[in-house]
């Protein structure tokens, strides 16, 4: 029912910025969204999330005051801002959709059933 295709990753040096992008296409226009990373030798994680309205957020306590998440409704487009970045951010980066939204566990990979195939962020000097 929906397809995301993330892109923005790339290489930056600590303390730079990048901005992830998510385009989701599909049957379904109200869903909530979550970035989500996973680094090497480490379970995915929650990052932040946001509700179909794009006026309800959620951080995982790491990436709060550095990261921004946020939504183009019109262009079904989910973003996530990344400053201040560090060398422990460096995963790749995958978002997702829930069908629903509940702020509580909106940072739990068990919320979503549709992914993107991945952008690696590699912070490094």
């Known amino acids: 029912q929906l397809q995301l295709v993330e892109s923005g990753g790339g290489l930056v040096q600590p303390g730079g910025s990048l901005r992830l992008s998510c385009v989701v296409s599909?049957?379904?226009?109200?869903?909530?969204a979550g970035w989500f990373r996973q680094a090497p030798g480490k379970e995915r994680e929650g990052v932040a999330c946001?509700?179909?309205?794009?006026?309800?957020?959620n951080y995982a306590d790491s990436t709060k005051g550095r990261f921004t998440i946020s939504r183009d409704i019109a262009k079904n487009t989910v973003y996530l801002q990344m400053d201040s970045l560090k060398p422990e951010d460096t995963a790749v980066y995958y978002c997702?959709?829930?069908?629903?939204?509940?702020?509580?566990?909106?940072?739990?990979?068990?919320?979503?059933?549709?992914w993107g195939q991945g952008t690696q962020v590699t912070v490094s000097s």
């Open positions: 599909g049957t379904v226009n109200y869903y909530g």
């Open positions: 946001i509700d179909p309205s794009g006026i309800t957020t």
């Open positions: 997702a959709a829930d069908l629903g939204f509940l702020r509580s566990m909106c940072l739990s990979t068990t919320r979503y059933d549709y």
